[in-house]
């Protein structure tokens, strides 16, 4: 029950970016357990996607160097060869990508794309057509017998991404990767796709990753959440723990960052400053403290421990900084605690 | 306040074909029959369910797509189609981000030459904001130096006009479209869900950045979004679509403190909670209010097949409009 149908240890992924080989994940560790949801947030640009494809084994081999170890259900998935993948992809691991119309075929109906993933896993399916249209109508498709027969730049962007669920969903995977899967959906139909996906979950006993810049939805589904900045988790937590008691400074701008309790007159609390290019990243800092102006520079420079520190159960931070100063702000002079 | 856009009657039908032949068998009422007037420097609001016209109401009032039937004007000048519109430079003035950051950015340009793109073809403004009409310059050096203050802007490193748009990711991505659409200098933007691959606190800064341009230059934004808590501290008015129609329309106050259509109703009880405990709570509202519409939509619906199709709007104060049965207020 309590099994890990994803483990991934010291995930590093560099790309080549004018000749040279420069970091965008350092170092990851996450698993995920079978039945669990695990959320992903964090800034944009700090690696989310980048550990979702190398989970897919999408990246580029000759552009990228992925090192580590990243298991499903035990077995190692770095270095496999495309053929091998081939077993995972689309069938023991779905995946929502977070854009739908260039993972989907231009010159191909819909209803052909989804047929198409369901023979993958299952070459003598029977009644694809309906099996295909109750797909459609699962993801909140009104009229699926029209949108089978219409092509991707047919559709609207969020029944884009609902015919790339249905087709993550085909086949009832073990892991659930859904990198932003609800950003074109309305608050309804987001819902429903979400209970969707739960339900999925709940008949295979399913591990789900879910990438998502939404903290509601965070808030409504996760049961751990794991923060991200610059190639690194910086904090780790259940859901409930991780918004009640949440210890890095960068959690914290993130959270305050929500504007559902701004008025309207009122400016919105932004982070300053920007994220370091990927070569100018030295990841044996907290490197989030470079985007707090009145910290000493030995505090920002201070070299900390590689592995997170176990703060409570199930609760890990990264840094020290967060042991002296409140970090109610960063964007103004902090209090010491 | 003064009129910038107005939209009557709109209406964008696009043919479906089916059969072995492909032949046009039906249409899909994208948009059908939509009014809206845009008042300079404010921001209006459309919300609604996925599918339901908004993007394609944006395609054509950028000029991307041509009406069904209906009219816009722009300044009282008539620009319903696409060749009026190009006539008279329109797209100097209004401007879209796209919903797929990804592929409306030509993956084989570099990011520099995106982003300059509409300033070789309307030329550099004498400075950033919207609606400034004083002289335009074609200079190389005006040009690239506008593009890095552009970048600035969005938060985005000099370093990025090199680079190629799969090299960035989905949110930062997304911010390149928002500082291509900046460029010219518009009174109009419409901003197909510019925020929604951005964390909390990048979106924090453009959407600051967008009120500030609105302040300083009176810009006006056509604001397409899912997320309601952004769109309730954006917008001045919201309109709420479904099916192609409008099903309310109003200020951003009469929509979230007093909603009268069943649509917008159930819309807002779907909004998720940032409180965890809740999380049960949430899903039994949502299943009430589900039902709720199950049982009354007859009087906010005609049922036409399978199609529902929404009333027109009756108003029921100086500012606010909902689409019910005739009679039923
Ligand atoms: N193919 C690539 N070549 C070079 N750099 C890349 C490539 N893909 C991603 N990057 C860079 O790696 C970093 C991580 O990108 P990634 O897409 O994983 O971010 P993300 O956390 O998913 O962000 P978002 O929330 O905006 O989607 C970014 O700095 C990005 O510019
Ligand atoms: N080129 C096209 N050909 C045929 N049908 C189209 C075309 N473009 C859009 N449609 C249809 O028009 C309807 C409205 O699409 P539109 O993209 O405007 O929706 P939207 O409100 O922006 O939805 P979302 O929130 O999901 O982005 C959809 O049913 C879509 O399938
Ligand atoms: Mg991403
Ligand atoms: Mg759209």
Redesign the pocket.
Known sequence: MNEKILDSKNVSVSFRINGELQTALHKISVSIKRGEVLALVGESGSGKSTLAMSIMGLHNAEQTEVTGSITLDGHELIGLTERQFDQYRGVRVGMIFQDPLSSLNPLMKIGEQISEAIVVHDKNAPNLKGHVQRLLTDVGIINPKR?AQ?YP???????RQRVMIAIALSNEPDLIIADEPTT???ATIQAQILDLIKEIQLKKNAGILLITHDLGVVAETADTVAVMYAGQIVEQADVEELFANPKHPYTRSLLRADPSNVSPGEELYAISGTVPALKDMDHSKDLFLQRIPWLSDDVVNATIDEELEVVGDNHFVRGNAWKTFEFLDVTEKGHAK | MSELVKIENLKVY?P?KSGFFDRVTDN?K?VDDVSLTIETGKTYGLV??????????GKVLVGLENPTSGKISFEGQVVTTIKQKKAINYNKDVQMIF?DSQSSLNPRKTIGDIISEPLRSFGVPGKIGAGYDGQRSFEQDKINARVLELLDIVGLPARTVTQYPFQFSGGQRQRIGVARALATNPKLIVADEPVSALDLSVQAQVLNFMKKIQRDYNISFLF?S?DLGVVRYMTDNIAI?HN?RFVEIGTTEDIFDNAKHIFTKRLLSAIPSLDVKKREENRAERKRVEREFVQYKNDYYQQIGSYMRAYDLESISETHFVAIKKGEN
């Open positions: 949108v219409q730049h047919e559709l609207s962007g969020g029944m074109a959906l309305d | 696009y479906i899909v994208a609604g369910e996925s599918g339901s016209g908004k993007t394609t109401i919903q397409i899912h679509m192609g």
